[in-house]
């Protein structure tokens, strides 16, 4: 992790003092740093990927010097918003809702450098924001870390798309990260949501989370378990790959429905460094910045379709796969319902996972009409597509962690579902009960 530089205000004399036991090339050198001017970047990404940047980035532009401050996505809001001269000039991260907020507020500007060769979307999916605030830096792809060794020990399949993972054979062979409680899983319902309708998915997503076990912790959890041959993990590219990087004996899968979770770059409004924000975020975009995500030790998807080019057929190439049809997913749209699909899918399935892992095998044994209709109470959601698109309820969700009155018709949504929930699986007990 790179720390913020303390900057201390030196007295003159101290100043001379300090200078008079610097030879003269030493004071040359001296002088030149303290001329340079800070540019104070907030943001998540680890210090193995942010080492790598500041010293590309202060190299090709000497001017410069960055300030680096480490904030994870749920608690960099109040540092983003602080104005005046201890304000942030960029805000560098994989946080999607973060950026939409800070747009929202109007606490970003325009992103007023080149993007030439940045086409700004794949496939169906926005990366860019759409009027020019922010842009897409590289892309994470989700999809399932697999040990093959795991796979032969236990007869499984390599799981090809989201709905193979409905399969009774993988019942206690997943680990899923909790959407409500994991950042970076949040969009992992909506993906198949989006892919086979809403129904369809729902009824899936009920057989998954019956054969998986939950994951609070993470995707590198996630990762672990995948890699000591413990379970196939629903999880996200690049903690697969820098497991990998490391010695895993792992795979990931992307699947023929795929999503992505894009990390962006945007200047805040409030920046006392426009011109060297600029700086730092073209050189994040440009050729040469791209090509830093393709290391060994980072290996992430760029934004740039050119820096695929060479760099071997074992790197996936979401463009080519997008050209493919592989990435459907609409972001714009899934962006608002997120709140509300991971408030639901946590309520109706998460936290009663213990019960459809008891049900659905039991349902399976069942016959005729009996069958049809233990299944259908499994598969069934309280809430319709329209419902989770409705403004209000969205407004609901994304503001509850702030506004009391928001958390509080929440909370009652919630106990909704739970009890029309919690009917329907009494319903499935009874019908086992007759058999």
């Not at 080149?114 to 496939?123: K, T």
Request: proline content about 6%; hydrophobic content about 45%.
């Amino acid at each position: 992790m790179s720390l913020p530089v303390q900057t201390h205000a030196f007295s003159r004399r101290r100043f001379v003092q300090a200078i008079g036991f610097l030879p003269l090339a030493g004071f040359t050198g001296f002088v030149r740093a303290a001329s340079r001017r800070d540019i104070v970047v907030v943001t998540s990404y680890h210090d193995e990927l942010v080492s790598r940047f500041e010293a590309a980035f202060e190299k090709a532009n000497p001017a410069w010097r960055l300030r680096v401050i480490w904030r994870a996505a749920h608690d960099a809001m109040p540092m983003l918003r602080q104005p005046g001269p201890e304000g942030v000039d960029v805000y560098w991260s994989p946080s999607p809702g973060n950026f939409a907020r800070l747009k929202a507020e109007n606490l970003l500007r325009k992103l007023d450098i080149e993007r030439s060769g940045l086409p700004g979307r794949l496939g169906n999916t926005q990366i860019d924001d759409a009027d020019g605030y922010y842009a897409a830096f590289e892309v994470a792809g989700y999809g399932f870390a697999v040990n093959p060794a795991y796979l032969k020990e236990h007869d499984l399949p390599e799981p090809r798309d989201w709905i193979d993972l409905a399969d009774p054979r993988y019942a206690g062979h997943l680990s899923l990260p909790n959407p409500a409680r994991v950042a970076f899983a949040t969009v992992i319902p909506d993906i198949p949501l989006q892919a086979y309708g809403w129904e369809k998915a729902w009824a899936m997503w009920s057989a998954i989370v019956a054969n998986a076990k939950l994951a609070g912790r993470g995707g590198a959890f996630v990762t672990d378990e995948a890699a000591n041959q413990r379970s196939i993990g629903i999880s996200i590219d690049f903690f697969v790959a820098g497991a990998i990087a490391k010695g895993a004996p792992l795979r990931f899968i992307y699947p023929r429905h795929g999503g992505v979770n894009p990390s962006q770059v945007g200047i805040l409004a409030g920046s006392q460094n426009p011109e060297g924000a600029r700086a730092f975020a073209s050189f994040v975009l440009s050729e040469a910045g791209q090509r830093l995500l393709t290391h060994p030790d980072i290996r992430r998807l760029p934004v740039r379709p050119s820096v695929y080019q060479g760099i071997g057929r074992d790197y996936f190439d979401p463009f080519a796969a997008a050209a493919a049809g592989e990435f459907s997913y609409d972001s714009k749209r899934g962006l608002k319902r997120l709140p509300v699909i991971a408030a639901l899918f946590d309520t109706v399935l998460v936290r009663r996972q213990e019960k459809l892992a008891l049900l659905w095998p039991k349902a399976r044994k069942l016959e005729g009409k009996r069958a049809e209709e233990a299944v259908r109470l499994l598969s069934s959601v309280p809430v319709s597509e329209a419902q989770a698109d409705q403004d209000d309820w969205q407004q609901i969700f994304a503001n509850r962690r702030d506004d009391k009155q928001a958390e509080s018709k929440a909370v009652l949504l919630e106990r909704e579902w739970a009890e029309e929930t919690d009917a329907r699986l009494a319903r499935v007990e009874k019908l086992l009960d007759q058999s």
